[in-house]
C-alpha cells in the first residue's frame, strides 16, 4: 500500500513537471506570454515566429487566431508586433509597400531604426535596419522581392479598422525629390 501510494504521487509530481515545462510548448504561445514576458524588445518578439507558416489570408486575423495556428501573413504579424511593442513602450509604425508583384506590410520600430518583417522571420537577423524615411523602407522591402516599389503608406489598426495616415508614390517622390518622406509622428490612442 505505501508503495502504491509513492508510486502515485511520484506519478503526480512528474505530471506536474511535465505540465509545467511542456505543456506551454504543446499550447502554442499565447497573447497573454507575449504581453506578460518582461524582457520582450523587437528582436524577442520576432524570434517567436521563426517556426510560423506563410499562410494568405484576405482579411488580418485575430491574434489568438494567427498564434494559435501558427501560421499567417504579413499583416498578421506586423499588426500584432505593432500592439505587444506599443505595450511595451516603443513606437511602431505599420507600413505597406506595394510592388508590382506584391503588397507587404512591415512593423518599423522608431527606438530600434530598424523594421520587423515577416519573411525574415526565420534568418538569424530578424531586424532589419531603415531610418525613419518611407523612402528607403520601401526600397529595402522591394528589394527584397526583387522588384521595384510604387508606393508605400502608414496606417494605423485599431478595434479592426485600417486608417490611412499618409501615402507616397515612388513617381511623384521622384518627380518632386521627397525620397526622404518621413514616417509621421502620429501615435494611436493606448488601450
Known amino acids: 500500500m505505501v508503495q502504491r ?13 511535465c505540465s509545467f515545462f511542456f505543456l506551454p510548448s504543446l499550447l502554442g504561445l499565447t497573447i497573454e506570454d507575449l504581453r ?16 510560423f507558416k506563410f499562410q494568405f489570408r484576405a482579411q488580418i486575423q485575430s491574434p489568438e487566431t494567427f498564434l494559435a495556428t501558427k501560421s499567417g501573413d504579413c499583416d498578421d504579424f506586423a499588426t500584432l508586433a505593432a500592439d505587444i511593442l506599443r505595450r511595451k513602450g516603443y513606437t511602431p509604425h505599420m507600413i505597406t509597400v ?3 508583384k506584391v503588397v507587404h506590410v512591415v512593423c518599423y520600430i522608431e ?27 520601401a526600397q529595402k522591402v522591394a528589394e ?10 502608414e496606417f494605423t ?22 525620397a526622404e518622406v518621413k514616417i509621421a509622428s502620429v501615435t494611436p490612442a493606448a488601450n
Not at 506578460?36 to 517556426?51: C, G, I
Open 5 to 17: 501510494v509513492h508510486l502515485v504521487g511520484l506519478r503526480a509530481v512528474l505530471l506536474a513537471m
Open 36 to 51: 506578460n514576458d518582461p524582457d520582450l524588445t523587437p528582436e524577442r518578439f520576432a524570434e517567436h515566429f521563426a517556426n
Open 98 to 100: 506595394r510592388t508590382k
Open 111 to 137: 527606438e530600434t531604426k530598424a523594421y520587423l518583417d515577416f519573411e525574415k522571420r526565420k534568418h538569424p537577423n530578424r531586424l532589419v535596419g531603415a531610418s525613419h524615411s518611407l523612402a528607403e523602407i
Open 144 to 153: 527584397s522581392f526583387n522588384a521595384q516599389w510604387t508606393s508605400v503608406s
Open 157 to 178: 489598426y485599431e478595434a479592426g479598422v485600417k486608417r490611412l495616415v499618409s501615402t507616397v508614390s515612388r513617381h511623384n517622390a521622384l518627380a518632386a525629390n521627397q
